[in-house]
T-cell receptor, first 115, second 118 residues
Framework: DGGITQSPKYLFRKEGQNVTLSCEQN?????MYWYRQDPGQGLRLIYYSQIVNDFQKGDIAEGYSVSREKKESFPLTVTSAQKNPTAFYLCASTRFPAGGDTEAFFGQGTRLTVV | AQTVTQSQPEMSVQEAETVTLSCTYD???????LFWYKQPPSRQMILVIR??????QNATENRFSVNFQKAAKSFSLKISDSQLGDAAMYFC???????????????FGKGTLLTVNP
């Protein structure tokens, strides 16, 4: 079955550590996205990538980094520069350019907690 | 920049009754898509319904329907015959119509938490 897989489901980070969240899709989608979800804030865009080897900052990119070396993969690194990283992180993908399928497909999320 | 506003942080409905969730958006574009997503306690985002801005007819998916008012930039979701399984966070989202090199990101509202009372 096609879909998006995020791992791990739960992640604990010590202060000052970098951590990487994994996102893999087998939908053959070109565009991939990382969103952060906090209570009462909805989903806020961190980074997105429309094609391999290209990505753009979203609305809250500070303290995060990404790479897009393969079409299927879009890992997110939460660096020590991110002051408040505890949140729920969602990865999504869409077709590019959008044809009949315009909606985003989401992974099941990663809950990151700083300890 | 596009913005999406959901003015109801929480709503409740009795089982089998009808509820309407509100959404307004701001855009200078004429071609775009609008979506309602559902996020149950599992936190998996599920597409509920989609509306293309160029279509005048309101989208319908079983018990879910929208009232799309393009001039007013309003996109409300109506849930009929509410069921316990409808309890979730509901997000309204906007996506610009794609033309070569366009920005395809989804912009979300802050969500409405729907409670269904038995």
């Amino acid at each position: 079955d096609g879909g998006i897989t995020q791992s791990p489901k739960y992640l604990f980070r010590k202060e000052g550590q970098n951590v990487t969240l994994s996102c893999e899709q087998n939908l053959n989608h070109d565009a991939m996205y990382w969103y952060r979800q906090d209570p009462g804030q909805g989903l806020r865009l961190i980074y997105y990538s429309q094609i391999v080897n290209d990505f753009q900052k979203g609305d809250i990119a500070e303290g995060y980094s990404v790479s897009r070396e393969k079409k299927e993969s879009f890992p997110l690194t939460v660096t020590s520069a991110q002051k408040n990283p505890t949140a729920f992180y969602l990865c999504a993908s869409t077709r590019f350019p959008a044809g009949g399928d315009t909606e985003a497909f989401f992974g099941q999320g990663t809950r990151l907690t700083v300890v | 920049a596009q913005t999406v506003t959901q003015s109801q942080p929480e709503m409740s409905v009795q089982e089998a009754e009808t509820v309407t969730l509100s959404c307004t958006y701001d855009t200078s574009e004429s071609d775009y898509y609008l979506f309602w997503y559902k996020q149950p306690p599992s936190r998996q985002m599920i597409l509920v319904i989609r509306q293309e801005a160029y279509k005048q007819q309101n989208a319908t998916e079983n018990r879910f329907s929208v009232n799309f008012q393009k001039a007013a930039k309003s996109f409300s979701l109506k849930i009929s015959d509410s069921q316990l399984g409808d309890a979730a966070m509901y997000f309204c989202a906007y996506r610009r119509f794609s033309r070569g090199g366009s920005n395809y990101k989804l912009t979300f509202g802050k969500g409405t938490l729907l409670t269904v009372n038995p």
